[in-house]
Every structure is written in C-alpha cells, then in structure tokens.
C-alpha cells in the first residue's frame, strides 16, 4: 500500500519547467471503536468511513478475536465494501440472546487489516470493540445429604408468577440434576417472580438435606439463601422474590414470606 501517488501531470513550457500534483491518500477509520449493548438488543450498526471518497470499490477483510463465539453470541457479514464514490458504509453486528447465563460479558473485535481495490487508502483507527452485555439472571437449587445415600434425594426448583401463584411459570425437576437451574431472561415480563425450593423424594426420617439457593445477576454479582429438609420440615419453600423491571434489570429479596416460608402452587406431579 502506497502513502502517496505522485501523479506528474507534466506540461512542458517554452521556459522549461514541469508541474506536479500529489494526491494524499485517503485514511479508513470506524466511526467508533468502543461500543457497548445488551445481547437482547438485537442488531448494533456498525460504521466505517474514508476521509474522501476514491475512484473504486474498497473490500474490507477483518479478523475477529474477543471472549464472544461468532454463531453462538453474534454474527456478521462476510464481507465488507465502501462503493467507488463513497466515503463510509454500514454493517450489522447480530447479537443472539441465547438464554444462557455467563458471570461476565463478552467482547467481539472486528479488526480490519486488508483491503482490496485502491491502492491509494491508509489505515488508520480499524479495530473496533464491542462488549455484549449480559441480561439474564440464573437460579440455582443445590443441595448436600447428611446421613442417607445422596442418590436417593431429590428436590426441585419452581418460579411462580404473582400473577398467578396457583400453577408454576417454570420448573427444573430433573432427578439427575443437582443443581436444578431456572433463568429468567428478557422474554419474561416485568413483574415479581418466587423462586421455591420443594422436597421430591428421599427419607428424611434419620436424615436430613440441607440446600441452598443462588441468584447469579447479570453484573456478575450473586445473592444466596439457605434451610434445610428434615423430618419435621418438608413443605416447599419461597426462598427468594425476584422483581424483574426492564430488560437486565433483576432484584432480588431473601424469605419474601419470612423464614419459614409458604406453600405456593400445586402439589408436585410425579415424575
């Protein structure tokens, strides 16, 4: 790549003297290098611009690094061009809200380091960074047995609506799985959710199973409430309130119904 084209336009005059035009090259740079959005938003533009246009077609090719995986997190076209005569284009970065949690956000970077059809164009800021921010809030039931074999418990994990607390809105009940996991994304509604812990199966006559319930938000941060299932406490139990009041935006409240908690909803089906 050239930094600059001499173009010698030269006349020659009855005195003997040459003129010579220099034309400075023009410099490619995204519009920003630092960007942010949820991954619900969808679709982020992205632009890149000459400071002058040029004669022909300018392809962009890029490479992509960062903690986010193409296909899985985002997407993006395979190629890129600023038509002859322009002096930017416009691009859409995709953002996939896949309902799967993660402690942190994740980063996509588009570096453009090649180009195609002028050689009169140098590179200048062409590394932009997007950072994909997470939206969603994990629940997590696990539990520990004191005195039976653990492959006998089982407990199970519900979210119930407020507005409707006679029936489950989501349910984690696999009798493999410890934990039993619920997210809550931006697909749910604004509203306050119970996240109840309930006793499947197991005797806890001698034994006892102590359990614990984790809310992961989407800044990283996590709140935990604890009990325990004995032989004289069995019944579900509300351990936490979730209000959900825009997209990303999750509190949480410990024992929304005291320590002890209430029975919410419908007895457990079996199995």
Known sequence: MKTM??????????VGIASCT????????????????????????????????????????????GTAEQYVDYDLPSSIRIP???????????????????????TVIIDVNGLTGS???????????????????????????NGGNAADYDLDLYVYRSDDLSSFYKSSSSFTDNPEVIVLGQDEINETYYAVAK?????????????????KY???????????????????????????SGDGDFTATADPFGPDGIQIGEP????
């Open 5 to 14: 084209i001499n173009l010698c336009l030269c006349a020659t005059f009855l």
């Open 22 to 65: 220099n034309i400075e090259p023009s410099v490619l740079n995204f519009n920003e290098t630092l960007a942010s959005g949820l991954e619900s938003q969808g679709v982020y533009t992205v632009t890149i611009s000459l400071d002058k246009s040029v004669s022909a077609d300018v392809d962009l090719s890029y490479t992509l690094s």
């Open 84 to 106: 002859a005569g322009s002096t930017s284009t416009s691009f859409d970065l995709t953002l996939y809200d896949n309902y799967v949690y993660s402690a942190e956000d994740k």
């Open 119 to 145: 050689d009169n164009v140098n590179f200048g800021s062409t590394k932009f960074t997007f950072t994909i921010m997470e939206n969603d809030v994990e629940i997590a039931l696990g539990w520990t047995v």
């Open 199 to 215: 006793f499947y199966s197991g005797d806890v006559t001698s034994a006892t199973v102590n359990y614990t319930m984790t809310i």
């Open 218 to 244: 989407p800044d990283g941060t996590t709140s935990s409430n604890a009990d325990v299932y004995n032989a004289n406490k069995t019944s579900p139990r509300s351990l936490f309130e979730v209000v959900k």
């Open 268 to 271: 457990v089906a079996a199995k």
